[in-house]
């Protein structure tokens, strides 16, 4: 279990998926979307009582509360104003709402910098006004979101400039930034629509825009610094065009250099002072750069919470971590609840979040409630046997904390994230990376930290059990790392059932068996996925989107049109189109749906390895 680590990326990377397919399509239900939504809130009491497992979201005479569907019962709105929220906010788990408009968590307790709201691209009105936001947001965070009618974040903490992407915003009606920390100018917004905005109470600077003045005095108060004809202050520095803008420029240059000279005596100061803090602020500086540049998508920046929420709820001491593999360096518990984390995602297992410790070593923690079905000594001996592995493609825990209600496994964080993300994730950047070779090489990997666990587990009744590109981590120069296997025996029945994708193989589907042919199932669908690019419907649990790859790859093979399935980005490279082609035969042999006719994992090892011994 330990493994599962990285299990939550993939649920991410699935609604990225959502994003950039053009079916509309349902995948989980609304209810377990919305509870999984509310499992990283916290104070949720006046949820609990109608937000309920397996009961449907929009039923007329059991609504759940805050929810506000269509008549074809489409949730359109969250109206969760005023309730005492707190905790963090997952907005990716929403993206697969796809009829959400309107998103009101306004007069709450929340508090970090701004969730990744941008990511819902629909919405029509954001209501955040009234929690505890801080912290700069990013210039371009409403680029995505051009249906927006309504923004209201005022009384919260925010800093920083105020995003010039606002100005892109053809629909916007109504912003209120009031009460916050606003710093630099109001950025010039002629919307024709714009009806109702108000900027008060900041520090805003500069001169108003021109295009404002029809909005008088009122919404430009407290801002001592603002200067324009309507509030009746004259603006200092503008007294000739070129001059003002030479004086400014010098101004921003003195600025910069105070900065800088503060940021090294700060990170002087703190060499010998407060090292450990320090560093930490500065790696998550860094990661949060990193993150905007490559995978912006799977930020939720916030302080790490849920640990937290462990605490308050038993209400005891929480122990310490225990080091399984100190490798890494060893920390404790004190380092992960210190440490920035940001929520990489939350599904059935339980939620995971990225922490950067004092150390400066990035780790995934996995948190996992009411999965193990084991008592600490057993626990610690399974996650023990797990980190004593030594695979060049297999990624092992670091250390783990055990309570009866609670279970944390901690790993390291592979910065490039899982082949799930680079195959469908930010397109653009994910292929480019992934020519031919990258693609062998990545089959070669699994292939052969397979053939390690069949061989380490080979009592397991599935050996793996969870083989999916989501669970295939890439190393900088495209090694993939395996996790979450082995997990099946920390599981029952039905959890097993629930998260193990050897599950969603033919013969689990039949009669609910799985057997190490399930594993080779899965690695069929990984190497067929790799090869067409496609998303694999058999990852989703109603498979109505995503491409059914087994059937495509065993009909093409029998209409002979082998060469139309292969990923565009890779067909070009005409030389190898000979090897694509084998492997396609070896995904649809392992795909087989036939339990008995499908090759074993022995056999599917030797078919990949003597292609590849040709290369
Ligand atoms: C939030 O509080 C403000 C001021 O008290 C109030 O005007 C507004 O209606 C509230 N909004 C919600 C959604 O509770
Ligand atoms: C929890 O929510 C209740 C209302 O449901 C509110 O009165 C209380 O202040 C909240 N607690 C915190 C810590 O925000
Ligand atoms: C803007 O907000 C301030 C502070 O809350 C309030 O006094 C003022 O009336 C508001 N103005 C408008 C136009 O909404
Ligand atoms: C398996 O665990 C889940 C979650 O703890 C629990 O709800 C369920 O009843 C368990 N099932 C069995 C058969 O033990
Ligand atoms: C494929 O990509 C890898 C890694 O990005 C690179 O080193 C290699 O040169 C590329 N090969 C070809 C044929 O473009």
Redesign the pocket.
């Known amino acids: 279990m330990a493994v599962v680590l990285f299990q939550l990326h993939h649920l991410i990377f699935l609604f990225v998926f959502f994003l950039s397919h053009p079916t509309p399509c349902v995948s989980i239900g609304d209810d377990q979307v919305l509870l999984e939504f509310k499992e990283l809130l916290l104070n949720t009491s006046l949820l609990d009582s109608s937000w309920k497992k397996g009961t449907n979201p929009c039923d007329n005479n059991n609504k759940w509360f805050g929810v506000q569907c269509d008549n074809k019962n489409v949730i359109q709105a969250l109206f969760l104003g005023g309730v005492g929220l707190l905790g963090n906010l997952d907005v990716d788990v929403l993206i697969s709402l796809q009829g959400l408009r309107v998103v009101n968590l306004a007069n709450n307790s929340f508090s970090g910098t701004i969730p990744d709201f941008f990511r819902l691209g629909a919405l029509k009105s954001l209501f955040i006004d009234g929690n505890q936001f801080s912290g700069d947001i990013p210039g371009d965070f409403f680029s995505k979101m051009g249906s927006l009618r309504k923004i209201w974040f005022s009384r919260n903490k925010f800093s920083g400039k105020i995003p010039d992407s606002l100005a892109g915003l053809k629909y916007l009606l109504e912003l209120h930034l009031e009460n916050n920390e606003f710093t630099g100018p109001i950025p010039s917004l002629s919307q024709a629509n714009l009806a109702t905005i108000n900027f008060s109470n900041n520090k805003l600077q500069g001169l108003i825009p021109q295009s404002l003045s029809k909005f008088g005095l009122n919404p430009f108060q407290g801002n001592p610094d603002l200067c324009g004809n309507q509030i009746g202050r004259a603006c200092k520095a503008v007294a000739s065009g070129e001059k003002s803008e030479g004086s400014g420029s010098t101004k921003w240059i003195i600025i910069g250099l105070v900065v800088v000279l503060l940021l090294v005596a700060i990170l002087f100061k703190s060499k010998r002072k407060d090292d450990q803090f320090e560093k930490l602020e500065k790696e998550s500086l860094d990661e949060a750069v990193k993150v905007h540049l490559n995978k912006r998508s799977m930020s939720t920046r916030t302080s790490m919470r849920s640990s937290r929420k462990g605490r308050s709820r038993s209400g005891s001491d929480m122990g310490d971590l225990v080091v399984v593999n100190d490798e890494k360096g060893i920390f404790g518990m004190p380092d992960l609840m210190k440490a920035a984390a940001e929520v990489l995602g939350n599904g059935g297992l339980g939620s995971a979040y990225k922490a950067v410790l004092g150390n400066g070593v990035s780790v995934v923690v996995k948190r996992l409630t009411?999965t193990n079905k084991f008592n600490k000594e057993s626990f610690d001996a399974e996650i023990r046997r797990l980190a004593r592995i030594r695979h060049r493609n297999i990624l092992q825990p670091l250390a783990y904390h055990y309570r009866k209600e609670e279970q944390l496994v901690v790993s390291e964080y592979i910065p490039k994230g899982s082949l799930l993300f680079l195959l469908h994730g930010d397109r653009g950047i994910a292929h480019a990376q992934l020519n031919w070779t990258s693609r062998v090489k990545i089959i070669l990997g699994v292939a052969s930290g397979m053939k390690f666990l069949h061989s380490e587990f080979a009592s397991y009744d599935v050996p793996h059990g969870n083989l999916k590109s989501s669970n295939i981590l890439l190393s900088a120069n495209n090694e993939p790392l395996l996790t979450d296997y082995a997990f099946y025996p920390l599981l029952?029945?039905?959890?097993a059932v629930q998260s193990l994708f050897a599950y969603k193989s033919p013969e689990a589907i039949l009669n609910q068996q799985v057997t190490p042919k399930s594993d080779v199932y899965c690695l069929g669908i990984i190497i067929l996925e790799i090869l067409t690019g496609k998303f694999p419907s058999q990852y989703l649990s109603n498979q109505k989107c995503g491409t059914d790859v087994a059937q495509w790859a065993w009909s093409a093979i029998e209409e002979n049109r082998v060469s139309e399935l292969i990923a565009p980005e890779i067909e070009t490279e005409k030389d190898s189109l000979e090897m694509m082609e084998k492997f396609l035969h070896i995904g649809a042999a392992c795909t087989e749906s036939d339990h008995d006719n499908r090759i074993d994992m022995k056999e599917a090892i030797r078919r990949i390895e003597e292609i590849t011994n040709l290369m």
């Open positions: 009411e029952n029945d039905s959890q």
